[in-house]
């Protein structure tokens, strides 16, 4: 079994984050996998996101606010 650190991107709404997350592979399984305590923290980001609480989101990870590029 081995650990290796990822960053995940979220996007919801017009924002998006980026959450550091452990990915774990093995030999016996399909993988790699998210630990259930990083599934959990993925669901309250992106649920801070929907309802627009970007301090809470802040706390999970780096967040941005998406703005549409506009062609000259």
């Not at 309250?44 to 990870?61: I, S, Y």
């Amino acid at each position: 079994m081995t650990n290796r650190k990822h960053v995940k991107l979220v996007h919801e709404g017009g924002y998006a984050a980026e959450v550091e997350v452990t990915l774990t592979d093995t030999d016996k399984s399909w993988g790699p996998y998210l630990s259930l305590s990083d599934v959990e923290r993925i669901d309250a980001l992106r649920q801070a996101l929907r309802n627009g609480d970007v301090k809470t989101a802040e706390t999970f990870g780096r967040v941005y606010r998406l703005v549409p590029v506009s062609a000259a």
